[in-house]
Every structure is written in structure tokens, then in C-alpha cells.
């Protein structure tokens, strides 16, 4: 089945520091989204892409629908500490607009 | 705007029982998703309800089934709890092909 890959997997970083994550596949997708997930909580949705090449921003968090639709990245600047959590990607297929979910990146800020 | 919710937040149940999982959506939309999270790992797609009628289901056994109600709410069953079950079960919501919207989902245990 169709499969997405996110990376990395975990990551430390400085109070501070800017933060990149991404998500690849083979298959290529209409929509790519991104959300993150508080202990206990259900994810929430951060960013939402709909065109290939798209950049957009929401407060410190910038996201990018890859040029080929077959990736997309997310950028956090000036971290701080309740961006920790775990982010996750998802794409929505061209198809059959189901969506496939990334495995996860969680940020922990270093103390 | 009430976000999606969900009933109980948790439950602790015994291998070889029932559980019943209750979803209520953002009002106005249509489509209910459900997902099941273990602990510390990703997302796995369980079902996908829309006007009344199931669109997608997971690859999960026949066990985990649900329905939606007219009134676009929904319900997840699983019979035979088996201790791999004990999960976050999460619902999400959204208008048609638009991006999901998350409850904080139920926590079950099976013991």
C-alpha cells in the first residue's frame, strides 16, 4: 500500500533553535497536511496545502507542497516550549482523496 | 463552534468484552473518521463514514464496526476486545474532502 515517510523521527533542540521536518512518498497527493499532537490531546490541524509549490505560514510554522506532489516539508522558527509534541504529516491521494499518514516527528526540547 | 466530541475519555475494559465508542461531530459536517492510536505510534485507519454510509474501512477485523446516525454522530464497536486493543481511539470530522478535525479520543485499556 501506499506508504509516507517522515523524518526524522525524534529530534532534540535548543529553546531557540529553528526546526525542519518532512514527509516523502511515491504516490502522488492533492492536498498535503500538517498536525500536531499534545500529550492526551487528538491532533490538530497546523497547516493545509492544496497546490503543488504553495509555501505558507502560520505564525512560526511554514509549510511547503513539493514541486513533484510527492513531498512536503515544515519549518518551525525560534523554537519555544510548547511547540513541543508530535507533528504529523498526511497527503491525500489524487484518486481516491484518502489520506495516508506519516509516522510521526516528535520534538522535545533539550532542558 | 463546539470541535468534535468524543465519549467516555476512558475506559478499562476485560479481554473478551464489548466496548461502544461515541463520536459527536462539528455541526455541519458530514463525513466522521476513526482512528486508532497505540501508545507512542501513528495513526491507523479504522473507518470512514459519510451521510450515513460506511466509505472506507481500515485493515482492521471484522470485529471493529460502527455506524452513523442521521444526525451524522457515530458509534464504534469492538467485540472480543483482545489486549492489543488497548488504544487511543480518535474521531475526526470534516465537510467532504476537507481537512479533518480531531476529538481528543477515548484512551481504552483492556485488561
Known amino acids: 500500500g501506499q506508504q509516507l515517510n517522515q523524518s526524522p523521527q525524534s529530534m532534540f533542540i535548543q529553546e531557540g533553535e529553528d526546526v525542519s521536518m518532512n514527509c516523502t512518498s511515491s504516490?502522488?497527493?492533492?492536498?498535503w497536511l500538517w498536525y500536531k499532537q499534545d500529550p492526551g490531546e487528538g491532533p490538530v490541524l497546523l497547516i493545509a496545502?492544496?497546490?503543488a509549490g504553495e509555501l505558507t505560514s502560520n505564525g512560526r510554522l511554514t509549510a511547503q507542497f513539493g514541486i513533484t506532489r510527492k513531498d512536503s516539508f515544515l519549518n518551525i522558527s525560534a523554537s519555544i516550549p510548547s511547540d513541543v509534541g508530535i507533528y504529523f504529516c498526511?497527503?491525500?491521494?489524487?484518486?481516491?482523496?484518502?489520506?495516508?499518514w506519516g509516522a510521526g516527528t516528535k520534538l522535545i526540547i533539550k532542558p | 463552534e463546539a470541535g468534535v466530541t468524543q465519549s467516555p475519555t476512558h475506559l478499562i475494559k476485560t479481554r473478551g468484552q464489548q466496548v461502544t465508542l461515541r463520536c459527536s461531530p462539528i455541526?455541519?459536517?458530514?463525513?466522521v473518521y476513526w482512528y486508532q492510536q497505540a501508545l507512542g505510534l501513528g495513526l491507523q485507519f479504522l473507518l470512514w463514514?459519510?451521510?450515513?454510509?460506511?466509505?472506507n474501512r481500515g485493515n482492521f477485523p471484522p470485529r471493529f464496526s460502527g455506524r452513523q446516525f442521521p444526525n451524522y454522530s457515530s458509534e464504534l464497536n469492538v467485540n472480543a476486545l483482545e489486549l492489543e486493543d488497548s488504544a487511543l481511539y480518535l474521531c475526526?470530522?470534516?465537510?467532504?474532502?476537507?481537512?479533518?478535525?480531531f476529538g481528543n479520543g477515548t484512551r481504552l485499556t483492556v485488561t
Open positions: 475526526a470530522s470534516s465537510l467532504t474532502r476537507s481537512p479533518l478535525h
Open positions: 455541526s455541519g459536517h458530514t463525513s
Open positions: 463514514y459519510d451521510e450515513g454510509e460506511e466509505r
Open positions: 504516490s502522488i497527493f492533492n492536498t
Open positions: 496545502l492544496y497546490k
Open positions: 498526511a497527503g491525500q491521494l489524487d484518486s481516491n482523496y484518502q489520506l495516508i
